[in-house]
């Protein structure tokens, strides 16, 4: 299977540079699928009506990026179907979560199903992954990186080397290697460590190079993918890519990046050191329905990755080019990344529903918590952001050597 056209022409024929990234976050990865649902809506909304309920988010941004289970929808998102569009639209998104997340994460509801719970942890991981792994491979198939719709970037981490593997599609063109099958990736972002098992495969060159993989979830290098995200597009740029003339290494003032959190509970200030100085090694794995080292390194990703572009886009004043959206008020189940009750998961989604009509905010970078920033509610930030990303295609459509729209159906 050959690489299908891409549904957007490269940046070089418009004015801005379009990134999507969605954090890691299991289960929360429902409340990002509302988020985008949305946003496709609108989207769909910019163009004619013969072909409007056609658009997908794949149509509009460079770059797609993903952690863990962001990492699966953007595999979702930009994976071709036998026409040659999307595999997914993204509204199928969160019913997708809603209906095998429970089967992905089965719950227990024993008297002694928490100690039998912890039992298992200590001897591997919390859940087998088969039902996960023959779902990707269901829905992904044989589709390898180079297939996807629009540039992908998508963060693992390998445990032989210990350092950080980047699937990116600016990579695979000089590494075939990097090549991997899209189901490889999802499985091995999403693989977090205690909850699901690592992840081992192989690629093979066209010289018959053969390259192992060890991989575990992305999360623990980058659970927030926006700068990786950024600095493939950077690379891209340093090398002369003609995709990018003629955009600057530092143009970062034409970088448009929608940011999308999964939630976490900062807000609920759930331990304090008091408490923790007495945890040992079972503690920081399991306390209080949650695995604080987890959370810690995780939400600590993100928030640094929020912390730093925060402040170079307020320093180019471009502030209103980095858009983060992330509730940091969850509590309970709710900040859970596997509790897949029915009852949880309808919760999410009234989250994700819920995050749109709050006002647009911003990182306090004393305090590491999000406020108010704008007049604006997330929903009507999204509107705004449909119509720029609508008005950056047709430029480039105009522009480029076509010179005109192309059919998306």
């Given at each position: 299977m050959e690489s299908p056209k891409s549904p957007i022409q490269p940046p070089t024929y418009g004015n801005l540079v379009t990134i999507l990234s969605i954090d890691g976050g299991g289960i929360r990865g429902i409340i990002p699928a509302v988020i985008l649902g949305f946003l496709e809506s609108?989207?769909?909304?910019?163009?004619?009506?013969?072909?409007?309920?056609?658009?997908?988010?794949?149509?509009?941004?460079?770059?797609?990026?993903?952690?863990?289970?962001?990492?699966?929808?953007?595999?979702?998102?930009?994976?071709?179907?036998?026409?040659?569009?999307?595999?997914?639209?993204?509204?199928?998104?969160?019913?997708?979560?809603?209906?095998?997340?429970?089967?992905?994460?089965?719950?227990?509801?024993?008297?002694?199903?928490?100690?039998?719970?912890?039992?298992?942890s200590l001897s591997g991981p919390k859940y087998d992954g088969e039902y996960l792994h023959q779902l990707i491979h269901a829905k992904l198939g044989d589709t390898r990186l180079h297939q996807t719709l629009t540039n992908v970037v998508i963060p693992t981490f390998?445990?032989?080397?210990?350092?950080?593997?980047?699937?990116?599609?600016?990579?695979?063109?000089?590494?075939?290697?990097?090549?991997?099958?899209?189901?490889?990736?999802?499985?091995?972002?999403?693989?977090?460590?205690?909850?699901?098992?690592?992840?081992?495969?192989?690629?093979?060159?066209?010289?018959?190079?053969?390259?192992?993989?060890?991989?575990?979830?992305?999360?623990?290098?980058?659970?927030?993918?926006?700068?990786?995200?950024?600095?493939?597009?950077?690379?891209?740029?340093?090398?002369?890519?003609?995709?990018?003339?003629?955009?600057?290494?530092?143009d970062y003032g034409r970088f448009l990046v929608l940011s999308l959190g999964t939630g976490n509970r900062k807000a609920e200030e759930k331990f304090n050191a008091k408490e923790a100085a007495g945890w040992g090694m079972l503690s920081w794995l399991t306390h209080d329905n949650s695995t604080p080292l987890i959370d810690v390194f995780t939400h600590a990703s993100s928030d640094m990755v929020d912390f730093h572009l925060s402040c170079v886009f307020r320093a180019l004043h471009s502030g209103a080019n980095y858009i983060r959206i992330l509730d940091d008020t969850l509590t309970g189940d709710a900040a859970s990344v596997d509790i897949a009750t029915i009852e949880n998961l309808d919760n999410l989604a009234k989250i994700g529903d819920e995050l749109l009509k709050k006002p647009v905010s911003r990182v306090n970078l004393d305090s590491g918590c999000n406020e108010n920033a704008y007049q604006m509610t997330n929903e009507k930030a999204l509107i705004k952001l449909a119509g720029i990303l609508s008005k950056e295609k047709k430029i480039r459509d105009m522009r480029s050597p076509q010179g005109k729209i192309p059919n998306l159906k």
């Open positions: 609108e989207l769909q909304i910019y163009i004619h009506k013969l072909d409007g309920q056609e658009a997908r988010l794949a149509d509009y941004f460079d770059v797609m990026a993903g952690t863990s289970t962001g990492g699966l929808v953007t595999a979702m998102l930009t994976a071709p179907n036998k026409e040659g569009r999307p595999l997914f639209a993204a509204f199928e998104i969160k019913e997708f979560y809603l209906e095998n997340c429970p089967k992905i994460f089965p719950q227990d509801h024993f008297p002694l199903s928490a100690a039998k719970n912890l039992v298992k390998d445990i032989k080397h210990l350092q950080p593997t980047i699937f990116s599609s600016y990579e695979v063109k000089t590494n075939p290697l990097k090549n991997a099958t899209l189901a490889d990736i999802a499985i091995s972002t999403s693989a977090a460590p205690t909850y699901l098992p690592a992840h081992f495969f192989t690629t093979q060159d066209s010289t018959g190079n053969i390259k192992e993989y060890n991989l575990i979830d992305g999360g623990v290098a980058a659970n927030n993918p926006a700068l990786v995200a950024i600095g493939e597009v950077t690379k891209e740029i340093t090398r002369g890519s003609s995709d990018f003339f003629p955009l600057r290494p530092n």
